[in-house]
T-cell receptor, first 115, second 110 residues
Framework: DAGVIQSPRHEVTEMGQEVTLRCKPI?????LFWYRQTMMRGLELLIY????????DSGMPEDRFSAKMPNASFSTLKIQPSEPRDSAVYFC?????????????FGSGTQLSVL | DAKTTQPPSMDCAEGRAANLPCNHS???????VYWYRQIHSQGPQYIIH???NNETNEMASLIITEDRKSSTLILPHATLRDTAVYYC???????????FGTGTRLQVFP
């Protein structure tokens, strides 16, 4: 299995531009998570999906952030417009919800720099 | 979810056992203890988890006290590649959310 695949690995953009981060979960997994990591705030859970349905988006910082999961094999996290304070590493993770003690598998992350 | 308390940093000599403590005094009966680690610039990696009993796998052992208020992750023979931030997380079986704290930065030295 290729694991969780994220793209791009690095993204550099200018303030005000739209940014789209992509994630392909592990085949057969039915839960998907988006995290953000910064030095100041550590690892923060932004949103997660079960069976392609958003369950909890309470961690999404503001309306500039949106996430979609159109099917079981693909998810996007979009920032529009981007701001310098959005600079961080964004991780996607997936798991197979089988009874409460499942483990998360993380991708390699997308390093986002907003200038 | 119950909060956890971990020391911010620890050192360990290569080849020796690394024992990483975690306090979770407010843990509930249906909450699991998870350990993940994050090697620099990589995504977090699952290590082990448990509910009540001690657990062992190819990576580590997890010792949970009888009252479940604390646990210890044991890396039996630490290597330089085990240098990472180790996160102890308590999570209810009723939720999918995994909330990371600040973890313990383990430095393994030669």
């Amino acid at each position: 299995d290729a694991g969780v695949i994220q793209s791009p690995r690095h993204e550099v953009t200018e303030m005000g531009q739209e940014v789209t981060l992509r994630c392909k979960p592990i085949s057969g997994h039915n839960s998907l998570f988006w995290y953000r990591q910064t030095m100041m705030r550590g690892l923060e859970l932004l949103i997660y999906f079960n069976n392609n349905v958003p369950i909890d988006d309470s961690g999404m910082p503001e309306d500039r952030f949106s996430a979609k999961m159109p099917n079981a094999s693909f998810s996007t996290l979009k920032i529009q417009p981007s701001e310098p304070r959005d600079s961080a590493v964004y991780f996607c993770a997936s798991s197979s919800r089988t009874g409460g003690d499942e483990k998360l598998f993380f991708g390699s992350g997308t390093q986002l720099s907003v200038l | 979810d119950a909060k956890t308390t971990q020391p911010p940093s620890m050192d360990c000599a290569e080849g020796r056992a690394a024992n990483l403590p975690c306090n979770h005094s407010t843990i509930s009966g249906n909450e699991y203890v998870y350990w993940y680690r994050q090697i620099h610039s990589q995504g977090p990696q699952y290590i082990i988890h448990g509910l009540k009993n001690n657990e062992t796998n190819e990576m580590a052992s997890l010792i949970i006290t009888e009252d479940r208020k604390s646990s210890t992750l044991i890396l039996p023979h630490a290597t330089l590649r085990d240098t990472a931030v180790y996160y102890c997380i308590v999570r209810s079986g009723n939720t999918d959310k995994l909330i990371f704290g600040t973890g313990t930065r383990l430095q393994v030295f030669p």
